[in-house]
């Protein structure tokens, strides 16, 4: 078995499941495009299709990696910029899964280093090793900002509320999906939810919690604290499993759109559950 190609296939996987759970407030989903003009679901199939050579190369890049785990960052980079090149082009322009690749990158490179070591590839085990590649990423990125200005709406979003976006989140091993989303997602799934209902209240406990870049790129601070609250009165409702939390969301979904709010950042960190998920159920 192609191991490294094995375990691209649930990265690939995470992307499809994630885009196609409905209803999912503000973003694209089966059901509508959300808080986006330019993007349907389509488009992210498309975008995934598009992506889909480069993930086991992540992967390969991480088993043939033989110094220090902090230095294969580097050698993930040129693999993760032909991704986004490889993304833009078949989607005319439209940033889908610009996030994703970045999120992916480090994970399958971790992954790939665990089997060079011949370890388990568990959920803990990888997100600890995403922790060692990432080792100082938001001080090398964010440090000289003040003095070299911002080039992104992810660094705008740091000097305006110290949000370090996917950047902190992989730095830090993902913390919401190791503590929060992953815990639950077991759990609902075991309990015999659909896979899509499981999803949906998993995305609702992420955006409760997820200070998202997204969110902030187009508003500001106090909608971000908006979308937070609302998903959590929507958990209070019981989500997906009752008939009062599924036309919460669904209020939700029309709210986020109306008011041109896309939590993509917590999308990416469902799409990353799913994928550690899918991944420890194959390691055993």
């Known amino acids: 078995m192609d191991r490294a190609a094995y375990i691209a296939s649930f990265a690939l996987e995470a992307l499809l499941v994630e885009a196609a759970a409905t209803p999912k407030p503000g973003l694209v989903d089966r059901a509508n495009c959300g ?11 498309v975008s995934a299709a598009a992506i889909a050579p480069f993930l086991s190369v992540f992967v390969r890049t991480g088993t043939e990696h033989t110094g220090d785990a902090s230095a294969l960052l580097a050698r993930l980079r040129p693999v993760g910029m032909e991704a986004e090149r490889a993304m833009f082009a078949r989607t005319g322009g439209v940033n889908t899964h610009k996030g994703a690749i970045f999120s992916f990158g480090v994970l399958l490179g971790a992954a790939g280093l665990a089997l060079r070591r011949d370890e388990k590839c568990t959920a803990a085990h990888v997100l600890d090793l995403v922790q060692e590649v990432c080792a100082g990423l938001c001080r090398r990125h964010f440090g000289n900002l003040d003095t070299c200005g911002t080039k992104t709406k992810g660094d705008a979003a740091y000097l305006a509320c110290g949000a370090t976006g996917a950047r902190g989140t992989a730095e830090a091993g993902f913390p919401l999906v190791r503590r929060i989303a992953l815990p639950l997602y ?8 659909p896979v899509n209902d ?28 908006e979308a937070q609250a609302t998903a959590r009165r929507v958990e209070t409702l019981g989500g997906m499993a009752s008939p009062e939390g599924r036309a919460a969301i669904q209020q939700m979904d029309e709210d ?7 939590p993509g950042g917590s999308a990416d960190l469902l799409a990353v559950t799913h994928f550690l998920y899918a991944l420890e159920r194959a390691e055993g």
């Open 186 to 193: 077991r759990t609902l799934l075991d309990a015999g939810m």
């Open 35 to 45: 808080a986006h003009a330019d993007m349907d679901f389509f488009t992210f199939q």
């Open 198 to 225: 499981a999803l949906v209240d998993v995305l609702i406990a992420l955006v409760a919690l997820n200070d998202d870049t997204n969110i902030l790129s187009r508003h500001h601070l106090g909608v971000l604290h």
């Open 256 to 262: 986020f759109i109306r008011k041109w709010i896309s």
